[in-house]
């Protein structure tokens, strides 16, 4: 029986965005700047354990205090179709930005039938959403783990992508191939966005920004993988929300021309980062300064499925969209300090 599909209150279907991992790092953070911007926005996630939920659920709850009813939340897990269609039946929505899956590198080696279900099954699902529901456009994450061991600095779009070291960095590279395939048989505008490392106020307790500052300021020792001779491009969570918005509103056309990343397809693919690679001894430096103490380091030995170094080339993102993060480790690592001694007291 088909059900009558309606916006939410005082919108239009034009105005509504359908966020999934909305209680995510960089989801919540999405939504919120939807919000913020005069849009409503539909969220879902499946507030799974692989992190407390309870930071997750404190997102939600921040959104939910700051923007009212213009922001619909439903606890679902988008790799059950069945789950999927009936939970969105009612809402109407041109645009989606696909944020949630099975996140980390290092957790694949463990649990990697979640990848499979999320990454893979799930990716499908909201394609398949996308596809029913002649979606505008949709953004969804990929992740700089596709370049794998590629020893070219920095990473291009067009780089071969092809020999990934962890199964998320496979499930990420599948979810692009789904992607280009859909974008060929239906003509679903789509965007792949290629996340570097993302760090900031609300950020995920599994990454190293979270870890060394909890360590520094309880004054338990860091590890601190590859005795420290590693870098990555760490972007701060503003200048990252800004790139997604910037990539959703430009959805890319059907018109046969080349787009980042190479498909002739409406299908772009952008690395999305600092376009600066920052030695990690360097960031630890800076939070040491912001927590005001020293770190005690526990060197050791690189870890399976890890890269020595990421570094994102942002020409093309830049060029289609004026993409140009601002933020230096300098000025965003004291933001997060802040963020993090007020919500842990510590």
């Known amino acids: 029986m088909m059900t009558e599909q309606t916006a939410l209150p005082g919108t239009n279907t034009r105005s509504t965005v359908l966020v999934t991992g909305a209680a995510g790092f960089i989801g919540a953070a999405v939504a919120d700047a939807l919000l913020l911007r005069g849009q409503q926005v539909i969220g879902i996630d499946s507030l799974n354990d692989y992190y407390p939920a309870s930071l997750k659920q404190a997102r939600l709850d921040d ?146 920004m979270w870890k060394f500052a909890e360590r520094i300021l309880t004054d ?15 972007t701060y969570i503003d200048d990252i929300v800004g790139g997604v918005l910037a990539c959703l509103d430009r959805a890319p056309l059907d018109d046969g021309a080349p787009k980042a990343g190479g498909s002739t397809k409406p299908h772009a693919l952008y690395n999305i980062g600092n376009n600066r690679a920052e030695p990690l001894l360097r960031l630890i430096e800076v939070l040491e300064d912001a927590c005001g103490r020293k770190a005690r380091r526990n060197l050791l030995p690189m870890q399976p499925g890890d890269v020595h170094a990421t570094y994102a080339d942002i020409t093309a993102l830049t060029r289609d969209t004026g993409y140009a993060p601002g933020t230096t480790i300098e000025v965003g690592v004291p933001r997060f300090v802040e963020w993090f001694r007020a919500y842990t007291g510590l």
């Open 63 to 208: 959104l939910a205090v700051r923007h009212g009813e213009r922001f619909r939340f439903h606890r679902l897990d988008f790799s059950d179709m069945g789950a999927l269609s009936a939970t969105l039946a009612p809402f109407a929505f041109e645009r989606i930005v696909h944020l949630g899956a099975q996140a980390g590198v290092r957790y694949s080696l463990d649990n990697p039938h979640a990848y499979v279900a999320s990454n893979l099954a799930g990716h499908v699902n909201m394609l398949e959403l996308a596809r029913a529901r002649q979606i505008r456009h949709m953004v969804y994450a990929s992740s700089s783990s596709v370049y794998g061991g590629n020893a070219k600095l920095p990473f291009a779009v067009e780089d071969r992508a092809d020999n990934p070291v962890s199964l998320y960095a496979a499930t990420k590279k599948a979810d692009e191939l789904m992607s280009e395939t859909y974008a060929h048989l239906f003509r679903i505008p789509l965007t792949g966005l290629r996340f570097f490392t993302v760090y900031g106020p609300w950020g995920r307790p599994d990454m190293a």
């Open 220 to 234: 338990r020792p860091i590890d601190v993988y590859n005795h420290g001779d590693m870098s990555r491009d760490f």
